[in-house]
């Protein structure tokens, strides 16, 4: 557990790809990881996510990134991610199921929440960090606040982090921010735009600075 969040503090970003479709899985992940981002969290949104997700998880040692699963809302999904050679899961609020799930596989879980009380539980549940989601539901500051009566937790921004702010939230206390639609647009995934993508990639990644 300490390995993963040592990384993730070390990588500070996880590319969040909500596409409608991905016509080559390893593709993305070789053009993100151009671009200086090393996780790559596909979602259960995206039709055949499954499939996908194990193309990019047998090149993942080769292409030296860290793919998993994320939008995982019940344990069946949680199972299928495992399954598929998923590196970590990620849930967008407090789901035990998927804790569970990720427990009795030994994979490292995100559990999304928002609240202090929701944070607490997440570490109950034992999340390897707590994904604070929409972060930009409060901003930036709102890390510092958290970190007051959790300085232990590892906390990662997620919800419209963006280039402009995502320096922010590392500098007041988030372990790691998601980048989402700005960093990996959906069309551009469905387009193939490898080329723009690891552009993107490196403008966010150049945005946080040393």
Known sequence: MTEFRDEL?????????RAPAIPDAVRLCAALREGGIRWIELTCTTPE?????ERAAAAAERLDCRVGLGTVLTAEQARAG????AGYLVTPGLRRPV?????AGAVPVLLGAL??????EAVDLGAAAVKVFPARAFGP??????????PGV???ASGGVTGADAADYLAHGALAVCGGGELVPPAAVAAGDWAGLTRRAKEFT????S
């Open 206 to 209: 150049a945005a946080l600075g």
């Open 99 to 103: 804790a569970e799930a990720a427990a």
């Open 49 to 53: 996510v499954t499939a996908h997700l």
């Open 154 to 156: 590892p906390l990662v």
């Open 141 to 150: 500051g709102y890390f510092k606040d958290l970190r007051g009566p959790y």
């Open 9 to 17: 503090a070390a990588d500070r970003v996880i590319a969040v790809v």
């Open 115 to 120: 609240t202090p009380t929701e944070v607490a």
């Open 82 to 85: 495992i399954g598929a050679g």
